[in-house]
């Protein structure tokens, strides 16, 4: 009776399907386990970007890092766009311009339409710190070109690749209002950097619920400026949901490292010419490794 009873008990193998009726509820227990726990993610997900939404001025270079809107304010706000595409292909139109954004605030504004967003990145992303590269930003379109300017002070956004003329210089400016900045550059054969401009007079284009009226000229940028006057001041906005991801990466105003606390110190060991040993007391430390044990 025993051998039988055993012997009904099939084998099974990770990946091997059940026949229908066999393990029914296991299986529906496993399953509703995996729906529990996708539920919890999702709620845990859900907590974490709770309040995150929309977008924010920046307070820092590192919220420049991903998606940005960037505004001017002068009599009216303005957004910077780059053409649509159908502009670029009937105009051959590639250089970006302002654009009035119709009834709303500098903190209520946000991007409407992929051409009003660049996504920013450091130009030299491997430059240490003392490097004057470190601080350099591109700004890429919604089409893949990026922002530059040459020595004219002539600004477009048609070049497929990073160079001197599309590596920016943010300068933060605080005293100015919430995420207000001016962004420099330095084209080769010039002495010193100049800075991105608005040229608004009364010619900006007024847009429809912030996008981009295609009757009238919007208002031009120039990168012609020696030092940062009113023209020369722009308002930078990133995703909430984005900064706040960040700044939870942060602790102590420092990256998280994957190993905990009291793990040994890889530069004195190192100095004390026992860095090896060091190195296998931290992977053993921060891991379950059977080879360095």
Same mark, same amino acid.
């Not at 491997?126 to 350099?136: L, N, Q, S, V």
């Not at 009757?215 to 120039?222: D, K, Y």
């Given at each position: 009776?025993?051998?039988?009873?055993?012997?009904?008990?099939?084998?099974?193998?990770?990946?091997?399907?059940?026949?229908?009726?066999?393990?029914?509820?296991?299986?529906?227990?496993?399953?509703?386990?995996?729906?529990?726990?996708?539920?919890?993610?999702?709620?845990?997900?859900?907590?974490?970007?709770?309040?995150?939404?929309?977008?924010?001025?920046?307070?820092?270079?590192?919220?420049?890092?991903?998606?940005?809107?960037?505004?001017?304010?002068?009599?009216?706000?303005?957004?910077?766009?780059?053409?649509?595409?159908?502009?670029?292909?009937?105009?051959?139109?590639?250089?970006?311009?302002?654009?009035?954004?119709?009834?709303?605030?500098?903190?209520?504004?946000?991007?409407?339409?992929?051409?009003?967003?660049?996504?920013?990145?450091?130009?030299?992303?491997?430059?240490?710190?003392?490097? %004057?590269? =470190? !601080?350099?930003?591109? +700004?890429?379109?919604?089409?893949?070109?990026? @922002?530059?300017?040459?020595?004219? &002070?002539? $600004?477009?956004? %048609?070049? =497929? !690749?990073?160079?001197? +003329?599309?590596?920016?210089?943010?300068?933060? @400016?605080?005293?100015?209002?919430? &995420?207000? $900045?001016?962004?420099?550059?330095?084209?080769?054969?010039?002495?010193?950097?100049?800075?991105?401009?608005?040229?608004?007079?009364?010619?900006?284009?007024?847009?429809?619920?912030?996008?981009?009226?295609?009757?009238?000229?919007?208002?031009?940028?120039?990168?012609?400026?020696?030092?940062?006057?009113?023209?020369?001041?722009?308002?930078?906005?990133?995703?909430?949901?984005?900064?706040?991801?960040?700044?939870?990466?942060?602790?102590?105003?420092?990256?998280?490292?994957?190993?905990?606390?009291?793990?040994?110190?890889?530069?004195?060991?190192?100095?004390?010419?026992?860095?090896?040993?060091?190195?296998?007391?931290?992977?053993?430390?921060?891991?379950?490794?059977?080879?360095?044990?």
């Amino acid at each position: 009776m025993e051998y039988r009873e055993a012997r009904s008990k099939k084998l099974s193998f990770k990946g091997e399907a059940k026949c229908a009726g066999q393990g029914a509820n296991s299986s529906n227990s496993d399953a509703s386990a995996k729906r529990k726990s996708k539920k919890r993610h999702r709620e845990s997900k859900d907590e974490v970007s709770h309040g995150a939404a929309g977008w924010v001025p920046v307070e820092s270079l590192d919220d420049l890092e991903g998606p940005i809107s960037l505004y001017h304010r002068d009599e009216q706000l303005y957004i910077i766009a780059t053409p649509s595409k159908e502009a670029q292909v009937d105009l051959n139109e590639q250089a970006p311009a302002l654009y009035v954004v119709g009834n709303a605030s500098l903190m209520e504004s946000e991007p409407l339409s992929a051409e009003q967003v660049f996504a920013a990145r450091r130009s030299v992303p491997m430059a240490g710190p003392a490097d %004057a590269e =470190a !601080a350099m930003f591109s +700004l890429k379109s919604f089409a893949g070109t990026y @922002l530059s300017a040459d020595r004219h &002070g002539r $600004v477009s956004c %048609a070049s =497929a !690749a990073i160079g001197a +003329l599309e590596m920016w210089s943010p300068v933060l @400016l605080p005293d100015r209002g919430d &995420g207000a $900045v001016a962004f420099m550059i330095h084209p080769p054969g010039l002495s010193e950097g100049r800075f991105l401009s608005a040229d608004t007079g009364n010619t900006a284009a007024e847009s429809s619920q912030g996008g981009m009226a295609k009757s009238t000229q919007p208002a031009r940028l120039h990168a012609s400026g020696t030092s940062i006057g009113y023209s020369q001041v722009f308002f930078a906005k990133c995703q909430a949901a984005i900064k706040q991801k960040r700044f939870q990466s942060i602790q102590g105003g420092r990256p998280r490292s994957a190993v905990g606390h009291g793990m040994p110190d890889i530069g004195n060991a190192k100095l004390a010419g026992k860095d090896s040993e060091s190195l296998l007391d931290r992977r053993e430390k921060a891991k379950s490794d059977r080879y360095c044990k």
